[in-house]
Nanobody, 121 residues
């Protein structure tokens, strides 16, 4: 069973920056698609950013140009650098790993416990 542990959340003023980390208990970061999601109070969980095994990245329009996803394969860690934060970025941020589990290509989604990001105005 893969465990994902997020860290780096906190309270920051609007315009500030935070870097979230997600460390996996196994060497899965380099070979699988990693994503960040977030969930604000009273809202559904929404996708934020993706990094594929090949290194391609994609972002939600709401964070494009402000957030950047990256990874360190040697540390089994994926990051989310968040710049120019806005109050509407306030949410619990979750790390997701879409892991291929067999030769047929079946996938299993692993989730972290989440880390709180609060942006004050």
């Amino acid at each position: 069973q893969v465990q994902l542990v997020e860290s780096g959340g906190g309270l920051v003023q609007a315009g500030g920056s935070l870097r979230l980390s997600c460390t996996a208990s196994k060497s899965i970061v380099s070979g699988n698609t990693m994503r960040w999601y977030r969930q604000a109070p009273g809202k559904q969980r929404e996708w934020v950013a993706t990094m594929t095994s090949g290194g391609s990245t994609n972002y939600a329009d709401s964070v494009k140009g402000r957030f950047a996803i990256s990874r360190d394969n040697t540390k089994n860690t994926v990051f989310l650098q968040m710049n120019n934060l806005k109050p509407e970025d306030t949410a619990v941020y979750y790390c997701n790993a879409e892991v291929v589990v067999n030769v047929e290509g079946a996938k299993y989604n692993h989730w972290g416990q989440g880390t709180q990001v609060t942006v004050s105005s």
